[in-house]
């Protein structure tokens, strides 16, 4: 059965499209996506600009169509932060609906912890015993704990790459000040979940997922001893942290020729860096192993169960 799962988030609205049978695990066919950076379209009273609308709408239809295409049976659409917060969201909803043709499912921040987690509890198997997980999106950051598939802890900040971008790094390049100010503020929000993981147990692995930790890993990570490519990436602290000056210092349209800089990811990659390393900090980390499979995955991996093959 091939199944499809359209996330319209807060930097791109991604369909992944993917092969299940009872009894196996999905298989990836495909992968489309269009760049989007919403939080650009945000009116000074936190609703989504026409423009902006209208962009998203596109791009819903377009990867309808393409679902189509590629002859997918069922598809899960579902959206984060940028629609769940924007004060038209309703409006914004409608107006996928009508173009999606059925429902969309407008997953709340803990419930993005929650399904994220668990593609990472999938992807590393049992055995990895307790988890800790960080996935940063373009709104939000989820932080996720637990040793089961569904977390014990589960929490989601307003510091998203592309949110943290337009409110605190607008300037190009934004400089070491503006870095500071992002760095404190990142701190005061992140001090409230540092304590409560304090009261956890230690966790086995520590990992990070979402494509802006992918990107930094190709940065400033290296692959595990016996691994190559993005599946065993470690993303050292120490390592970001010598990075984040000079991704300050350093324009928007340039950074796409470091390593791993994508161009969707090239105006948000600098604020992603110091929310990813400021937490690291926070909760004493020291490394993050990289997953590659994050919320669509385990959007996916849901509804399997649901259909009673998991």
């Avoid at 494509?211 to 993005?230: D, F, H, N, Q, V």
């Amino acid at each position: 059965m091939r199944l499809g799962v359209l996330d319209i988030g807060s930097n791109t609205v991604h369909l992944l499209t993917a092969d299940a049978h009872p009894g196996g695990r999905p298989l990836a066919a495909s992968s489309h996506r269009t760049v989007l950076r919403l939080m650009r379209y945000l009116t000074p009273d936190g609703a989504i600009s026409d423009e902006g609308v209208r962009l998203i709408v596109d791009a819903v239809r377009e990867a309808v169509a393409r679902a189509k295409g590629e002859k997918v049976e069922e598809l899960l659409p579902t959206a984060t932060s940028a629609v769940r917060e924007a004060t038209n969201g309703a409006e914004v909803i409608a107006r996928i609906e009508e173009v999606l043709g059925q429902p969309l499912q407008v997953l709340g921040g803990d419930a993005e912890a929650r399904f994220t987690f668990l593609a990472v509890r999938r992807w590393f198997g049992w055995s990895a015993g307790r988890i800790l997980l960080l996935d940063i999106g373009g709104g939000s950051l989820e932080i996720a704990a637990g040793d089961e598939e569904l977390p014990e802890y589960a929490q989601s900040v307003p510091l998203g790459a592309g949110r943290m971008t337009v409110e605190h790094l607008s300037e190009d390049p934004p400089g070491e000040k503006a870095v500071t100010l992002l760095r404190r503020h990142a701190v005061g929000v992140l001090a409230p979940v540092a304590a409560d993981l304090k009261k956890l147990a230690k966790p086995d692995h520590v990992v990070g997922s979402s494509k802006t930790i992918r990107s930094l890993a190709r940065l400033a990570g290296y692959p595990m001893p016996g691994w190559t490519g993005i599946e065993r990436m470690i993303l050292p602290r120490q390592a970001l942290g010598q990075w984040i000056p000079r991704l300050a210092r350093i324009p928007a349209e340039v950074r796409h020729e470091l390593p791993g800089i994508t161009p969707e990811r090239t105006f948000q990659i600098t604020a992603g860096a110091v929310v990813v390393h400021e937490a690291m900090k926070a909760f004493g980390v020291q490394e993050l192993e990289v997953c590659p499979w994050a919320l669509r995955e385990g959007v996916l991996l849901r509804h399997i169960e649901d259909l009673g093959w998991g």
